[in-house]
């Protein structure tokens, strides 16, 4: 283990670490503060215009000062829809990943801790559930919501159907994590000492194996919050995610596609930049969170 | 373990993952939409519609109606496409060829650089261009592939012109009557971009693990041992070390083509390809169910096939392994 | 002339961003045709860095950096790649420590072994597996022909070795070098591989460089010995003479460590403190720091390797002897 110190010392020392931390910082507080920083909001219709839509960014012939990346079809800045889209996708990101996270360390911890046909189905599960993939699973849980429900409601419950869906289908990688480290914990001194003072199961599962089991998952966190904001991009993009009223990324990138051959590329390419420099920053600091917290993981680096 | 109870073995797993998946199937039929309406709209009153829901079926127990269900499905009828007004499943299988194409396209891409360039990175560990290869697959990995794909289309189709972005192009018709994209330049001109794209999502996760795994199986003993007895470089790489690579890389795969199988609808859709996940899309959007259901079982028998597939293929370069499912 | 000359022999590593450490600081050796030669040391003295440089097989980033490997008037080190591959497994063979590891476990025993002379001899499949059955035999494995279409997984660790065995005495070499041969083994199983190396070595008239940290395995097999600490040679002889009269103290330790030489319901005599690793090693003599008769010369010159002996305070024959 790695005490705060060493690893802010870590952190301080890595330009890569710091750049993305940086990156993250500012993203985050871009969308947390969107609100009070985003020159229009783009959820009130009242600061729409028709006659303001598809202009171009401000330094560009045509290009107006009140819209620095330009405007949409529906006369949306696109400066402003970023910011708060970003915020959408970081929500759906961080919800699914605890959706993940409390429902694979539960099921890690029994599957390790039970051992048994309990941990043979769980296993297995995972296995057929990870095979299928998160996207294609999403894709037709998504697929059947919207056939059943109609546009509106739809709408209205875009949001947590995703977290749900992209937490539900994620859940493998951290019952996995979790049951390795839970086997490897089980038949330590500590625990056998717990069992002999008469402690139950429960309580020697979530006091004393637990915490340690939390290093490799708050390892995987971040990249798994990467891969949901990617899924959720993904499913967007189909028209299976957030709607165009309530944009994350992904549906902004989706609402600007078909303009791009219209030559309305700043639609598409701000928030497709913001989205994949977003999901670097975090693929790349889960690489350095891994390395420093779990060395057992780096190999033929040195 | 012996080939027979092996396939006797997946057969069962198959059968329960198709059950599953019909049961998903079934339910959507049952719940989405009334095939009353679709059949004699809103205008008859309600008692001749209890009448003819008698009369269908509708009202038996849920077991009875998937057994008819299920029976239907096992000889192929799948309901109509209320869109097409066709056999649901016919609509899908049209669509079958050019998804095929589609795979195979990004496969051979993807096989013909990720294993050069996996073993490329492993020998020359800490050269410039291992490096560059290095830093851009993480890169890549972070790119989503429906913005390569839209990058795609934009630099290559729009900006420079270079090649065609939409659609499948020309396709001759094979005498079983499999349409072909692969056999006039047209056809595989409108290949291109869309296999690149397909297969860049795989590239640098593939390189990165070829990479690695070879990177151990160069300073495992029995490698040494092999230039010990004065074996060709040659060899020894290839012969000794790159089988011992090929494990790994062939299990990892089978995980992956769930994966592959969802990224052909978004590549699909970005360049409206006619294949099977852009016809998917279509259906969700017109609220096709019977189409709907239909996709959703051929992908599922897809994958239970591959799957099989894969695991007979690993058995075959794995002599340690006598056919898995032997160990559970 | 003879077979193999190794003089002064450095294998160096890279160590932080400029530095090096030596594994080997200067090692020579004299090796005659059909010679045994045992070389003994704890683990970490260098004596698998000297098994793989002869054959040139340093892992990377190890690198020979000073000294000659002459075999037949030749040096070793300054053939090509392709060169010293002819004599690689051809000339030279090679037996690894751990018969479990060794083999590759994707390929058949056949393959293994037929690779092997193709890579040397012009020489159909066909008859290639008539001479690996032959070989088969040769090392006592039971039912030799059904043996080449199998995996080495199938097989037990003796067999194993065994195998490994015959692999290395496929293309009739002058030198084989085993790496501590019998190590992994089951103790059982031991004593009859090692009794068969040396049978087969003795009946082809076959060069041996014995590698292991069991002085009691050497007294049996060998007729030289040189032994290793830290990186250098501290005493070589012939074997009679070094098990009897023994001359550096870190030998007369190593001789008093074997229970056979302890009396009967003695306590086992152990050296106090262990090897260095390389990459900190005492000023002078490497062993001063565990030697009874180490003096302030021991710890400021280190001490050259004069008739067989790298020490100021040799044991005379009396002392020894006890």
């Given at each position: 283990m790695i005490t705060l110190k060493g690893f802010i010392r870590r952190f301080l020392s890595d330009p890569v670490a710091i750049g993305a931390g940086a990156?993250?910082?500012?993203?985050?507080?871009?969308?947390?503060?969107?609100?009070?920083?985003?020159?229009?909001?783009?959820?009130?219709?009242?600061?729409?215009?028709?006659?303001?839509?598809?202009?171009?960014?401000?330094?560009?012939?045509?290009?107006?000062?009140?819209?620095?990346?330009?405007?949409?079809?529906?006369?949306?800045?696109?400066?402003?829809?970023?910011?708060?889209?970003?915020?959408?996708?970081?929500?759906?990101?961080?919800g699914a990943v605890i959706v993940q996270g409390v429902?694979?360390?539960?099921?890690?911890?029994?599957?390790?801790?039970?051992?048994?046909?309990?941990?043979?189905?769980?296993?297995?599960?995972?296995?057929?559930?990870?095979?299928?993939?998160?996207?294609?699973?999403?894709?037709?849980?998504?697929?059947?919501?919207?056939?059943?429900?109609?546009?509106?409601?739809?709408?209205?419950?875009?949001?947590?159907?995703?977290?749900?869906?992209?937490?539900?289908?994620?859940?493998?990688k951290f019952a996995r994590t979790v049951r390795s480290?839970?086997?490897?914990?089980?038949?330590?001194?500590?625990?056998?000492?717990?069992?002999?003072?008469?402690?139950?199961?429960?309580?020697?599962?979530?006091?004393?194996?637990?915490?340690?089991?939390?290093?490799?998952?708050?390892?995987?966190?971040?990249?798994?919050?990467?891969?949901?904001?990617?899924?959720?991009?993904?499913?967007?993009?189909?028209?299976?995610?957030?709607?165009?009223?309530?944009?994350?990324?992904?549906?902004?990138?989706r609402s600007g596609f078909e303009f791009i051959f219209s030559g309305s590329w700043w639609i598409t390419l701000y928030p497709a930049i913001v989205l994949v420099v977003l999901i670097l920053a975090l693929n790349l600091m889960g690489d350095w969170l891994r390395d420093v917290l779990n060395p057992k993981l780096r190999r033929g680096d040195e | 373990m012996h080939i027979i109870a092996f396939l006797l073995r997946r057969g069962v797993q198959a059968v329960i993952v198709m059950f599953v998946i019909s049961l998903i199937g079934f339910s959507i039929q049952d719940n989405l939409g009334d095939p009353l309406r679709e059949l004699v709209g809103q205008s008859?009153?309600?008692?001749?519609?209890?009448?003819?829901?008698?009369?269908?079926?509708l009202d038996d127990p849920f077991f009875v109606q998937y057994a008819r269900f299920l029976g239907r499905a096992v000889q192929g009828d799948l309901g109509d496409s209320y869109f097409f007004k066709r056999p649901a499943l016919d609509v899908i299988m049209d669509k079958f060829p050019a998804t095929f194409e589609l795979v195979l396209g990004a496969v051979i891409i993807f096989l013909s650089l990720s294993i050069p360039g996996g073993i490329y990175c492993a020998i020359h560990r800490d050269s410039l261009i291992t490096r560059?290869?290095?830093?851009?697959?993480?890169?890549?990995?972070?790119?989503?592939?429906?913005?390569?794909?839209?990058?795609?289309?934009?630099?290559?189709?729009?900006?420079?012109?270079?090649?065609?972005?939409?659609?499948?192009?020309?396709?001759?018709?094979?005498?079983?009557?499999?349409?072909?994209?692969?056999?006039?330049?047209?056809?595989?001109?409108?290949?291109?971009?869309?296999?690149?794209?397909?297969?860049?999502?795989?590239?640098?996760?593939?390189?990165?693990?070829?990479?690695?795994?070879?990177?151990?199986?160069?300073?495992?003993?029995?490698?040494?041992?092999?230039?010990?007895?004065?074996?060709?470089?040659?060899?020894v790489r290839y012969v000794h070390a790159f089988r011992n690579t090929l494990l790994p890389v062939v299990t990892v795969g089978g995980l992956m083509i769930g994966t592959l199988i969802a990224y052909t609808i978004l590549t699909e859709t970005v360049f409206q390809w006619p294949g099977m996940g852009f016809l998917f899309l279509e259906a969700v959007n017109r609220v096709d169910t019977p189409l709907i259901i239909a996709y959703i079982i051929v992908v599922g028998l897809i994958f239970v096939v591959v799957n099989t597939l894969v695991d007979f293929l690993y058995t075959l370069i794995n002599p340690m392994v006598k056919l898995p499912g032997a160990k559970a | 002339m003879a077979m193999l000359e190794i003089s002064d022999l450095h294998v160096a590593f890279p160590k932080?961003?400029?530095?090096?450490?030596?594994?080997?600081?200067?090692?020579?050796?004299?090796?005659?045709?059909?010679?045994?030669?045992?070389?003994?040391?704890?683990?970490?003295?260098?004596?698998?860095?000297?098994?793989?440089?002869?054959?040139?097989?340093?892992?990377?980033?190890?690198?020979?950096?000073?000294?000659?490997?002459?075999?037949?008037?030749?040096?070793?080190?300054?053939?090509?790649?392709?060169?010293?591959?002819?004599?690689?497994?051809?000339?030279?063979?090679?037996?690894?420590q751990d018969p479990m590891v060794t083999l590759n476990p994707v390929l058949t025993i056949g393959t293994q072994m037929v690779e092997t002379l193709k890579?040397?001899?012009?020489?159909?499949?066909?008859?290639?597996?008539?001479?690996?059955?032959?070989?088969?035999?040769?090392?006592?494995?039971?039912s030799a022909e059904g043996r080449l279409d199998?995996?080495?997984?199938?097989?037990?660790?003796?067999?194993?070795?065994?195998?490994?065995?015959?692999?290395?005495?496929?293309?009739?070499?002058?030198?084989?070098?085993?790496?501590?041969?019998?190590?992994?083994?089951?103790?059982?199983?031991?004593?009859?591989?090692?009794?068969?190396?040396?049978?087969?070595?003795?009946?082809?008239?076959?060069?041996?460089?014995?590698?292991?940290?069991?002085?009691?395995?050497?007294?049996?097999?060998?007729?030289?010995?040189?032994?290793?600490?830290?990186?250098?040679c501290v005493e070589t002889g012939p074997t009679q003479q070094i098990i009897r009269t023994p001359r550096h103290p870190y030998s007369a330790g190593l001789l008093k460590a074997l229970p056979q030489f302890a009396g009967r319901g003695a306590r086992l005599y152990q050296i106090p403190g262990s090897m260095p690793p390389i990459t900190a090693l005492p000023p002078g003599c490497a062993y001063h720091p565990r030697c009874e008769r180490a003096t302030g010369r021991c710890s400021a010159q280190i001490p050259p390797l004069e008739h067989g002996c790298a020490c100021f305070h040799p044991l005379d024959q009396t002392e020894a002897a006890s």
């Open positions: 990156v993250l910082l500012l993203l985050v507080l871009m969308a947390a503060l969107a609100p009070f920083l985003a020159p229009q909001n783009p959820y009130d219709l009242m600061q729409l215009s028709i006659m303001d839509s598809e202009m171009p960014p401000a330094w560009h012939p045509g290009g107006d000062d009140r819209f620095l990346l330009g405007t949409d079809a529906q006369g949306r800045g696109v400066l402003s829809t970023i910011m708060y889209g970003t915020g959408i996708s970081l929500l759906i990101g961080i429902l694979g360390v539960t099921l890690g911890l029994i599957a390790g801790y039970k051992g048994g046909w309990i941990d043979a189905f769980l296993m297995r599960l995972a296995d057929i559930q990870m095979s299928l993939s998160t996207l294609m699973i999403a894709i037709i849980a998504l697929a059947i919501f919207q056939a059943a429900f109609d546009a509106n409601t739809y709408a209205d419950y875009a949001l947590y159907m995703l977290i749900v869906i992209i937490g539900v289908a994620e859940w493998p480290s839970v086997l490897g914990e089980r038949n330590k001194e500590y625990v056998d000492a717990a069992r002999v003072i008469g402690l139950s199961q429960r309580r020697i599962m979530v006091t004393h194996i637990l915490p340690n089991t939390l290093t490799p998952v708050l390892v995987i966190s971040t990249i798994q919050v990467a891969e949901a904001i990617m899924t959720e991009a993904a499913l967007s993009f189909l028209g299976l995610g957030m709607p165009t009223d309530r944009p994350s990324l992904g549906s902004l990138i | 008859v009153s309600e008692e001749v519609r209890d009448e003819m829901r008698a009369e269908m079926g560059i290869i290095m830093s851009a697959s993480i890169v890549g990995i972070s790119v989503p592939v429906f913005l390569t794909a839209i990058g795609m289309v934009w630099l290559f189709g729009v900006e420079l012109g270079w090649l065609p972005a939409f659609g499948r192009g020309q396709t001759v018709a094979l005498p079983w009557g499999w349409e072909t994209g692969l056999l006039s330049w047209d056809g595989i001109s409108h290949l291109i971009l869309p296999s690149i794209t397909l297969s860049s999502i795989m590239l640098p996760l593939f390189i990165r693990l070829i990479r690695a795994e070879m990177m151990e199986a160069m300073s495992t003993d029995y490698v040494r041992f092999a230039k010990a007895k004065g074996l060709s470089t040659a060899r | 932080g961003r400029t530095g090096e450490v030596e594994a080997l600081r200067g090692v020579s050796l004299t090796l005659e045709k059909g010679q045994r030669l045992g070389v003994v040391g704890e683990s970490g003295a260098g004596k698998s860095m000297l098994a793989f440089a002869i054959l040139n097989l340093i892992a990377e980033p190890g690198r020979v950096s000073e000294g000659s490997i002459v075999f037949h008037g030749e040096n070793l080190l300054d053939l090509s790649e392709r060169d010293i591959r002819r004599i690689r497994g051809n000339r030279i063979s090679m037996i690894f890579a040397h001899r012009r020489i159909s499949t066909a008859e290639a597996r008539r001479l690996c059955i032959a070989k088969l035999k040769e090392v006592a494995i039971p199998a995996y080495p997984h199938e097989l037990s660790g003796g067999l194993r070795q065994r195998v490994v065995i015959a692999i290395a005495l496929l293309t009739d070499p002058e030198l084989i070098i085993a790496d501590e041969p019998t190590t992994a083994l089951d103790v059982t199983i031991q004593a009859e591989i090692m009794a068969l190396i040396l049978k087969l070595c003795r009946e082809n008239d076959v060069a041996l460089i014995l590698i292991t940290h069991d002085l009691g395995v050497v007294a049996e097999v060998t007729e030289r010995i040189m032994i290793m600490y830290a990186g250098v």
